[in-house]
């Protein structure tokens, strides 16, 4: 074969297609002999007609030679082309193993490097949750101190305010032994006795009368009221039942006879009334 022949007919043996040898003889003489592939590329119909051609000349040239040097150099070069041939496809196929026996995951041993990391790994999670729980502690603590504070911060301002109201309730509760005093001194005086025949007693009364009334206006300018509850329910909160006693005509539970009127403080009562009720 030519260059030209071999050049034209080389077909990718990378490909890994099974080739076949075709020898010509004539006479019981071998004339030519090509390879040819069943899976070699689809030709247009030209092409076909070329190669066929170029196959018929080649048999001619073939047939006119007259010793057989050539057929044998093209045998030779045939056999040597089948055998690199074989060789490459048997280094090129795939290598498949196989065996009766089960097919078994294969375990691979973790190294140094991937044991200390899983212990860094699981150290660092256990610190995280540690630290987790310790995060939520202290967010209790803190949310507990605010509440507390709050708390102690509303006490505060109530006492602060209930000093306002009722810093004075000592000194209320020892003025009102004098008021009782003064209403006890001027319901004392005969109301017939006043007149311009007693001028002294007169005089006295009145002066009496007015440092009631003074003093009556100055508790309620500080808030301060009398209690007097003559005809009222009972209120255990702002009366103390001293006895009872049976009145026709009269609801059960009320208020009957006042024995010593209260005060109350800005309805906070510093002093209950003593009253009588009647029978239930």
Same mark, same amino acid.
């Given at each position: 074969?030519?260059? %030209?022949?071999?050049?034209?007919?080389?077909?990718? !043996?990378?490909?890994? /297609?099974? &080739?076949?040898?075709?020898?010509?003889?004539?006479?019981?003489?071998?004339?030519?002999?090509?390879?040819?592939?069943?899976? @070699?590329?689809?030709?247009? $119909?030209?092409?076909?007609?070329?190669?066929? !051609?170029?196959?018929?000349?080649? *048999?001619?040239?073939?047939?006119?030679? @007259?010793?057989?040097?050539?057929?044998?150099?093209?045998?030779?070069?045939?056999?040597?082309?089948?055998?690199?041939? @074989?060789? !490459?496809?048997?280094?090129?196929?795939?290598?498949? &193993?196989?065996?009766?026996?089960?097919? =078994? %995951?294969?375990?691979?041993?973790?190294?140094?490097?991937?044991?200390? /990391? =899983?212990?860094?790994?699981?150290? !660092?999670?256990?610190?995280?949750?540690?630290?987790?729980?310790?995060?939520?502690?202290?967010?209790? $603590?803190?949310?507990? %101190? #605010?509440?507390?504070?709050?708390?102690?911060?509303?006490? *505060?301002?109530?006492?602060?305010?209930? %000093?306002?109201?009722?810093?004075?309730?000592?000194?209320?509760?020892?003025?009102?032994?004098?008021?009782?005093?003064?209403?006890?001194?001027?319901?004392?005086?005969?109301?017939?006795?006043?007149?311009?025949?007693?001028?002294? #007693?007169?005089? *006295?009364?009145?002066? *009496?009368?007015?440092?009631?009334?003074?003093?009556?206006?100055?508790?309620?300018?500080?808030?301060?009221?009398?209690?007097?509850?003559?005809?009222?329910?009972?209120?255990?909160?702002? &009366?103390?039942?001293?006895?009872?006693?049976?009145?026709?005509?009269?609801?059960?539970? =009320?208020?009957?006879?006042?024995?010593?009127?209260?005060?109350?403080?800005?309805?906070?009562?510093?002093?209950?009334?003593?009253?009588?009720?009647?029978?239930?």
């Amino acid at each position: 074969l030519t260059a %030209a022949d071999r050049q034209r007919y080389n077909w990718n !043996l990378q490909r890994r /297609l099974a &080739h076949c040898c075709v020898i010509f003889v004539r006479n019981n003489r071998v004339i030519g002999a090509c390879r040819v592939s069943p899976q @070699s590329p689809p030709a247009t $119909k030209m092409h076909r007609s070329k190669t066929a !051609l170029n196959l018929l000349q080649r *048999l001619d040239r073939l047939r006119t030679a @007259s010793s057989g040097s050539l057929i044998t150099r093209q045998m030779q070069m045939v056999s040597t082309a089948q055998a690199a041939h @074989s060789r !490459l496809l048997w280094h090129q196929a795939p290598v498949r &193993h196989f065996s009766t026996e089960k097919d =078994t %995951a294969r375990v691979e041993e973790p190294t140094e490097n991937e044991k200390k /990391l =899983t212990v860094e790994v699981e150290e !660092l999670r256990k610190e995280a949750a540690e630290l987790t729980e310790k995060v939520k502690s202290l967010d209790d $603590k803190y949310k507990r %101190a #605010l509440a507390e504070s709050e708390n102690i911060r509303r006490r *505060l301002t109530k006492q602060i305010d209930d %000093a306002k109201l009722f810093g004075i309730q000592g000194f209320c509760k020892d003025l009102l032994e004098v008021a009782d005093i003064l209403g006890h001194a001027t319901e004392a005086v005969p109301k017939d006795e006043i007149s311009d025949k007693n001028p002294h #007693l007169k005089n *006295l009364f009145e002066g *009496l009368s007015m440092t009631r009334q003074q003093l009556n206006s100055v508790f309620k300018r500080h808030g301060l009221e009398t209690v007097n509850p003559m005809n009222e329910k009972f209120n255990p909160n702002l &009366h103390e039942a001293l006895f009872q006693q049976e009145v026709a005509n009269v609801e059960p539970n =009320t208020v009957v006879v006042v024995s010593k009127i209260g005060y109350k403080l800005h309805d906070r009562c510093i002093r209950p009334a003593l009253v009588g009720v009647t029978k239930g």
